[in-house]
């Protein structure tokens, strides 16, 4: 048998959320966050988009109100983990290196 989950403070995000605290999440947010927001002794909510209450179909609904203490709307949130960075490229000192290419062969030198 496992232990049970205790949180103090669960800070979640979703996609969808109405004035009474109910919550719909997307994408990768469903994996913990509504296992959080329930085991948790006070939950904040993110929301995208904050909709009257009622506006939500109830069967839609992943996390209820009753377990949410605090909304705050963040109409679009700046996510800055999701860009993509890379180092540039090094094609003319591959082929310097090795003297191909380096457009058709990679870039490969021994210690």
């Known amino acids: 048998m ?3 989950l205790v949180a103090d403070l ?4 979703a996609y969808k959320g109405d004035e ?3 919550l719909v999440y ?18 904040v909510a993110e ?11 109830p069967d839609t609904i992943h996390t209820p109100g009753i377990y949410v ?3 705050v709307h963040v109409p679009r949130p700046e996510k800055r983990i999701e860009q ?4 540039p490229a ?17 870039c490969a030198r021994r210690p």
């Open 26 to 43: 997307r994408k990768t947010a469903r994996n913990f966050n509504p296992m959080m927001a329930t085991a948790a002794s006070l939950t």
């Open 90 to 106: 090094r094609q003319k000192e591959c082929a310097q290196i090795n003297g191909v290419d380096p457009k058709t062969d990679g």
């Open 69 to 71: 203490r605090r909304i």
């Open 20 to 22: 009474e605290g109910n």
């Open 47 to 57: 929301d995208e988009q904050l909709v009257p209450a009622g506006e939500i179909d």
């Open 10 to 13: 669960a800070i979640v995000h």
């Open 84 to 87: 993509r960075t890379v180092r």
């Open 2 to 4: 496992e232990t049970r």
